[in-house]
Nanobody, 120 residues
């Protein structure tokens, strides 16, 4: 499965961005991760094929993850963006349903190339 992200960019604090991820094949659990400069990769949001979602505490009520199973796409709507949201954002996927809706990064075998989000 190949994953291709799009939608990153630069935005002022308080603004919004929507990231998209297109998958080339079947996926079950999917997630968004981010990695800021000098920091470890962290989970942002996860969703399974049934639409169950999970979020990191830092983004709850500001970010919304969604998917379209028919189109094999994943989206992340981000609002009330903060400078600390600046990072490279990655789409991740698994062919099977993970026990946790937002699993550890090591549990996802497929990754996109990343899209940069900069909040100033």
């Amino acid at each position: 499965v190949q994953l291709v992200e799009s939608g990153g960019g630069s935005v002022q604090a308080g603004g919004s961005l929507t990231l998209s991820c297109a998958a080339s094949g079947y996926t079950n659990s999917m997630g968004w991760f981010r990695q800021a400069a000098g920091k470890e990769r962290e989970g942002v949001a996860g969703i399974d094929r049934a639409g169950t979602t999970a979020y990191a505490d830092s983004v709850k009520s500001r970010f919304t993850v969604s998917r379209d199973n028919a189109k094999n796409t994943l989206a992340l709507q981000m609002s009330s963006l903060r400078p600390e949201d600046t990072a490279m954002y990655y789409c991740a996927a698994s062919n099977w349903k993970l026990r946790a809706t937002l699993g550890a990064s090591s549990l996802y075998p497929y990754w996109g190339q990343g899209t940069q989000v900069t909040v100033s």
